[in-house]
């Protein structure tokens, strides 16, 4: 199966062009926002209702900026020289790992003013999160990027129109969509983080965000493995690995704190 390039372009607004990426962006982030806060509500009877809904503006904004600076920071060369563009958003260059660092931060700022849990909070977001990051895979493919290497034979794949592919690869046409690759995953991860969280999540809080931390980290380092456009490479390693593999031990050395606790209380 051969998936084909698409438009770049929904539509034009008296001349103001709307792109599908900013679409599907601003769908992702729409549905991670709501399921997130109708987690929070089914796993916090008792604490106050729709939280998330009631600081959505500034998690949101806190995720977007998060994603961006980092995106910016990892390609300084480039915006130190062009330092306006680091506000037009409008053709990509968003990082997920940003977004995570300022969205958490933004979190646990919002449940600290609502005088809710933090961990509760995060356990619904991180989930809901995954969720969103399924669906928003696809605004890559609108603008043919996070594809992966060249596929052998070249008889299945995505299409990468000629001014999208990196010079190594000018040659070639067809790649893998890891784009769907990663999606497919962050979905079926979305399933058990769900199960996770509202069936063990209840009794052990904080066991979903740091799962969430770990099944990600994995599904982002087997994606790298295949992706031929990475962001920055470090000492030929991409800064998506090597994040990757420090929120995969955070995720394991939290999820351990969680559990030891949890069982240390129960047993007092």
Request: one cysteine or more.
């Amino acid at each position: 199966m051969i998936i084909p390039a698409p438009p770049s372009v929904a539509f034009s607004v008296f001349g103001f062009q709307i792109y599908w990426y900013g679409i599907i962006l601003a769908s992702a982030i729409f549905v991670a926002i709501i399921v997130g806060n109708k987690i929070f509500n089914v796993i916090n009877h008792d604490a106050k209702k729709d939280v998330i809904i009631s600081c959505a503006p500034f998690i949101i904004i806190s995720g977007i900026v998060g994603a961006r600076l980092y995106f910016c920071m990892l390609n300084p060369s480039y915006y130190f020289n062009h330092l306006l563009e680091i506000l037009d958003i409008r053709q990509g260059g968003l990082s997920i790992h940003g977004a995570l660092i300022f969205g958490v931060a933004a979190l646990i700022f919002s449940a600290v003013k609502n005088k809710v849990s933090i961990m509760k909070i995060l356990d619904a977001m991180s989930c809901a999160t995954l969720l969103g990051q399924s669906i928003g895979r696809w605004g890559n493919y609108f603008n043919s990027e996070a594809y992966g290497a060249p596929v052998l034979g070249q008889k299945w794949g995505v299409f990468i129109p000629e001014s999208k592919r990196i010079v190594e690869f000018a040659n070639y046409s067809l790649f893998h969509p890891t784009f769907l690759y990663e999606s497919v995953l962050d979905f079926c991860a979305f399933l058990f983080l769900l199960w996770l969280v509202l069936f063990v999540g209840r009794k052990y809080k904080g066991i979903t965000f740091f799962a969430y931390l770990s099944i990600y980290s994995v599904i982002r380092f087997f994606i790298e493995q295949i992706r031929v456009d990475s962001a920055l490479n470090v000492a030929s390693v991409p800064i998506a690995e090597i994040m990757s593999v420090i929120l995969f031990v955070i995720g394991l050395v939290g999820m351990t704190f969680v559990f030891i606790k949890t069982y240390k209380q129960m047993h007092e």
